[in-house]
């Protein structure tokens, strides 16, 4: 079984396939595929926290209620094995957290807003 994340008209959706064996003279049986549509954003707040990069959501630093100052980690990003901080883009409470720990994410995706 391998995972993978499909982009169909600009909507994510994990997949998982299962591989069939090599050399096999009779079809292996078709596995079903489920694909799981992303989260709907709250978007509570007017200032939207978007994703720079595709990857996978490594860690929620801020919590809903909690003020931030400009430049304060809100979530972290696993991509191509490093973790990038998604920061703030300027002072605010965090008003939605739109993402969960182990999410994958494309590049422009909402993660969280402020107000």
């Not at 009779?26 to 007017?46: D, E, F, L, N, R």
């Not at 430049?71 to 002072?91: L, N, R, Y």
């Amino acid at each position: 079984m391998k995972e993978y994340t499909i982009t169909v008209n600009g909507v994510a959706y994990d997949v998982t396939v299962e591989e069939k064996e090599s050399g096999s003279a009779t079809p292996a049986p078709s596995t079903a595929v489920m694909a799981v549509p992303p989260k709907k954003s709250t978007g509570a707040g007017s200032i939207p926290i978007k994703s720079g990069t595709a990857g996978k959501v490594y860690k929620i630093v801020a919590s809903v209620g909690q003020g931030v100052k400009k430049g304060d980690a809100v979530i972290i990003i696993e991509a191509m094995k490093m973790e990038i901080s998604v920061v703030a883009p300027q002072d605010g409470v965090v008003a939605s957290i739109d993402c969960a720990a182990g999410d994958n994410i494309e590049s422009g995706a909402l993660l969280a807003t402020l107000k």
